[in-house]
């Protein structure tokens, strides 16, 4: 079982997302177990302050060392051997391979969320790894730790309902996956290529290399060259 724990200060609005589809089905089955703790309940004073403004100045608040490092210390005393990530802009970018590597690893996962300005940075020195899921900046790290989880579980055996989908998807071995179409045939002058519906394994398969090898050469900035798999307009 995948366990994953969203440290943050809204963690908990992650959750609906995950009661549905891949993910509802894994936490029903035993296969993924998500938890939150929310930074407020380490909070200071009457006011639950949990953020504080930037030593040598600047705009906004940033959250504060001591209270992130309470709820990180709360939750793994709870777990067994966790692997701590934190989401940060500036973090490694997030692709296919830590993916795998992290489906693999069988250790609980802690995820650190910021918000505001970010996290008091001295929490680097208790993490394992951080990721950015782009080069954009987002309000709170709660969505990009939901992407990372969604990719990770994917990838964990028996979490998708035919584990033959994985083989063939987009970013397996660095390559991207070939078109794909289902009914109706034909639908506001648009139609299925035709080489789908030809019954002919041999030529659908050789159609959709092709198709994956065209996408992959427009994802590396070259020119789409032509693919049997691209709907045309008649
Ligand atoms: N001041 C920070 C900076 O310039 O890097 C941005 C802080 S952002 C408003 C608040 C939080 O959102 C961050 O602490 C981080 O947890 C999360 N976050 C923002 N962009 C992210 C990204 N591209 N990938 C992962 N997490 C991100």
Excluded: W
Excluded at 112 to 121: K, M, P, S
Excluded at 176 to 202: C, F, M, N, W
């Amino acid at each position: 079982m995948l366990k994953v724990v969203l440290i943050g200060v809204f963690p908990e609005t992650l959750l609906p997302y995950f009661k549905h589809g891949v993910m509802g089905r894994a936490q029903r089955e035993g296969k993924l177990c998500i938890e939150t703790c929310s930074l407020l309940d380490f909070s200071h004073g009457k006011h639950r302050k949990i953020d504080d403004t930037p030593y040598g100045g600047g705009p906004g608040l940033v959250l504060r060392f001591d209270v992130v490092l309470h709820a990180l210390e709360s939750i793994s005393t709870k777990l067994s051997n966790p692997y701590v990530i934190l989401l940060e802009a500036a973090g490694q970018s997030f692709a296919h391979d830590e993916a795998l590597r992290l489906a693999e690893m069988n250790r609980p996962l802690v995820f650190i969320c910021g918000r505001y300005e970010g996290i008091d940075a001295r929490i680097e020195h208790y993490i394992d790894a951080s990721y950015s899921i782009g080069p954009y900046v987002l309000s709170g790290g709660e969505l990009a730790a939901g992407v990372i989880v969604d990719a990770i579980t994917r990838l964990r055996p028996g979490c998708l309902g035919n584990a033959k989908s994985l083989a063939e998807e987009s970013h397996q071995d660095n390559r991207l996956e070939y078109r794909q179409y289902t009914k109706p045939l034909e639908y506001r002058s648009l139609s299925v290529p035709s080489v789908l519906i030809s019954g002919d394994h041999a030529k659908i398969a050789e159609a959709r290399k092709k198709d994956a090898n065209a996408r992959d050469a427009k994802r590396q900035g070259n020119c789409e060259s032509d693919s049997p798999l691209k709907s045309l307009r008649s």
